[in-house]
């Protein structure tokens, strides 16, 4: 495992590079919320060192409805040509049900820190990895949690960039 590993980074490692997004706009998808529900993901480059994002997700069935919705800070703390470290705040409110099907309320904030970037040839699509710690009360009936995160980008985001 560990050669096909190594092997994928030399084929790639010069591949594995991102590109400026200022000005852009990204949209795609994340299951960072709580409460497990997917939530398509916005994501705008302000400036060469910020960027605004916002998520929204829903499931709604004949008995209840489920969502979570919230705002996202980005802070480019070291940049490099094709590829850009960050860190980033999430805000969400969403809902959840508890163990006797009863929707419940709660909040999530996320305090993370994080890559994203893009291959050569396919600057529009963004990959991003995070890793940090998150203070929530949604998806548990203990009350709040303090946790460690690490999202790889099928969890943190992908986006593409019109």
């Known amino acids: 495992m560990k050669q096909l590993f190594l092997l994928f980074v030399f084929l790639f490692s010069t591949q594995a590079i991102s590109a400026d ?9 994340t299951n ?15 400036s060469k060192t910020f960027a605004l994002g916002g998520l929204l997700g829903f499931k709604s069935n004949e008995d209840d409805t489920l969502y979570g919705a919230g705002v996202k800070f980005y802070r480019i703390i070291f940049d490099e040509p ?14 959840f049900l508890d163990d006797k099907d009863k929707v419940k309320s709660g909040y999530q904030v996320d305090g ?3 890559t994203e970037f893009h291959f050569t040839g396919l600057e529009s699509i963004g990959f991003s990895f995070e890793f940090g710690i998150s203070a929530r ?3 548990s009936e203990d009350g709040r949690s ?16 019109l």
């Open 21 to 29: 997004m200022r000005g852009r706009m990204g949209i795609g998808a």
């Open 32 to 46: 960072q919320l709580a409460n497990g529900i997917p939530a398509i993901s916005l994501k705008v480059q302000q």
């Open 82 to 95: 094709q590829l850009n470290f960050y860190m980033a705040g999430l805000f969400a409110m969403e809902n």
């Open 112 to 114: 993370t820190l994080g």
């Open 137 to 139: 009360n949604a998806n």
């Open 146 to 161: 303090f946790e460690t995160l690490g999202d790889q980008f099928l969890k943190a985001a992908v986006h593409f960039y």
